[in-house]
Antibody, heavy 118, light 107 residues
Framework: QVQLQESGPGLVKPSETLSLICTVSGGSISGYYWTWIRQPPGKGLEWIGYIYHSGGTNYNPSLRSRVTMSIDTSNNQFSLKLNSVTAADTAVYYC????????????WGQGTLVTVSS | AIQMTQSPSSLSASVGDRVTITCRASQGIRNDLGWYQQKPGKAPKLLIYAASRLQNGVPSRFSGSGSGTDFTLTMSSLQPEDFATYYCLQDYSYPLTFGGGTKVEIK
């Protein structure tokens, strides 16, 4: 069974770049849409975007100017960079696998809290 | 972006109750809708996809229905482990959008 694990700093200063990695184990990274989703404390879920195994991306327009995703198929990892962060970017960040035909997020990481504060 | 409106935002129910949560899309999304359960401190878990298809391993007391703009998640007999927050997600078009969530609490 595939497992996902987020890793990265839990504290980022305002105006700096948030960087997270998701490591996929127990399955191939090929053939799926690898996604980032976030959840501010006590609030709902927000789709950030995805990266396909071939490197194609699709970002939420609300974050598009600040988001970059990349993928390392040799190490079964994909990553998120969010620049110019503010306190509003404080959230639990989840990575998830999106299956298609039909679509759904069938596997999720446990989530990692990133706090933006000086 | 398609707006997803869930109702109610919270409800209190007892073990054994039948519970229904609704989700309305701001435009038609065919049957491209999923339901997710989230417990405190945990990642969301897929329950239902394509509006009515039960994910492997999910108890049959969970069911989903609907098409177009109106969808429902039903729990036929609420169990203690079902107290959680439930989210709908439209998979029809980008950006993908979630409903605001429904918190199911113990009465």
């Amino acid at each position: 069974q595939v497992q996902l694990q987020e890793s990265g700093p839990g504290l980022v200063k305002p105006s700096e770049t948030l960087s997270l990695i998701c490591t996929v184990s127990g399955g191939s990274i090929s053939g799926y849409y690898w996604t980032w989703i976030r959840q501010p404390p006590g609030k709902g879920l927000e789709w950030i975007g995805y990266i396909y195994h071939s490197g194609g991306t699709n970002y939420n327009p609300s974050l598009r100017s600040r988001v970059t995703m990349s993928i390392d198929t040799s190490n079964n990892q994909f990553s998120l960079k969010l620049n110019s962060v503010t306190a509003a970017d404080t959230a639990v960040y989840y990575c998830a696998r999106r299956i298609t035909g039909p679509e759904a997020f069938d596997s999720w990481g446990q989530g990692t809290l990133v706090t933006v504060s000086s | 972006a398609i707006q997803m409106t869930q109702s109610p935002s919270s409800l209190s129910a007892s073990v054994g109750d039948r519970v229904t949560i609704t989700c309305r899309a701001s435009q038609g999304i065919r049957n491209d809708l999923g339901w997710y359960q989230q417990k405190p401190g945990k990642a969301p878990k897929l329950l239902i996809y394509a509006a009515s298809r039960l994910q492997n391993g999910v108890p049959s007391r969970f069911s989903g229905s609907g098409s177009g703009t109106d969808f429902t998640l039903t729990m036929s007999s609420l169990q203690p482990e079902d107290f959680a927050t439930y989210y709908c997600l439209q998979d029809y078009s980008y950006p993908l959008t979630f409903g605001g969530g429904t918190k199911v609490e113990i009465k």
